[in-house]
Antibody, heavy 120, light 109 residues
Framework: EVQLVESGGGLVQPGGSLRLSCAAS????????MNWVRQAPGKGLEWVSY????????YYADSVKGRFTISRDNAKNSLYLQMNSLRAEDTAVYYC?????????????WGQGTLVTVSS | EIVMTQSPATLSVSPGERATLSCRAS??????LAWYQQKPGQAPRLLIY???TRATGIPARFSGSGSGTEFTLTISSLQSEDFAVYYC???????????FGGGTKVEIK
């Protein structure tokens, strides 16, 4: 069974940092592209970042470029999101999500999400 | 950026009835379109990708159609568990370009 389990969310002050983790199991993690997608309270979905299966290719949404860093450790079946210079508008539930297949940018498995609250 | 517009914002349907949800792209996305279902407090669930391919384990009552700029998700006979918010997503120039629609809430009439 495919499982994605996020952790690391919490309350942080504006300008602060947080590192999210996503533990994957039930599939060959190193073969899949991975993503972070977020959802602000009561709002819709926003893609945040992408990393290729090897980690060699990375993309970010303009809203987080220069502040967030995605990474992965295929030996540990884990995905990460380092979030710096956090703003109130970064408050959201953050999901890790697996891409269906290369060149198919739909997300077939999602974690349960971890809430990040940026507030003083 | 391609803008995805979903309509209606809210759809009131009785159990057993058909539901038809629309998604329009501001420019052609070919068949690079996915649909998701999200229930309160849960993660989104992939229903359809490639505009019409059902994801693993998705019941046949869910079907997708369309190409270019106009897409439809049809739920042939609504079950109690289908009342949720539905999002479309285009991924025409993936990676990384992709955008989600604002969602359609399907509620009990």
């Amino acid at each position: 069974e495919v499982q994605l389990v996020e952790s690391g969310g919490g309350l942080v002050q504006p300008g602060g940092s947080l590192r999210l983790s996503c533990a994957a199991s039930g599939f060959t993690f190193s073969s899949y592209e991975m993503n972070w997608v977020r959802q602000a309270p009561g709002k819709g979905l926003e893609w945040v970042s992408y990393i290729s299966s090897s980690g060699s290719t990375i993309y970010y949404a303009d809203s987080v470029k220069g502040r967030f860093t995605i990474s992965r450790d295929n030996a540990k079946n884990s995905l990460y999101l380092q979030m710096n210079s956090l703003r109130a508008e970064d408050t959201a539930v953050y999901y890790c999500a697996r891409t269906v297949a290369a060149a198919v940018g739909a997300f077939d498995y999602w974690g349960q999400g971890t809430l990040v609250t940026v507030s003083s | 950026e391609i803008v995805m517009t979903q309509s209606p914002a809210t759809l009131s349907v009785s159990p057993g009835e058909r539901a038809t949800l629309s998604c329009r792209a501001s420019q052609s996305v070919s068949s690079n379109l996915a649909w998701y279902q999200q229930k309160p407090g849960q993660a989104p669930r992939l229903l359809i990708y490639g505009a019409s391919t059902r994801a693993t384990g998705i019941p046949a009552r869910f079907s997708g159609s369309g190409s270019g700029t106009e897409f439809t998700l049809t739920i042939s006979s609504l079950q109690s568990e289908d009342f949720a918010v539905y999002y479309c997503q285009q991924y025409n120039n993936w990676p990384p370009e992709n955008t989600f629609g604002g969602g359609t809430k399907v509620e009990i009439k």
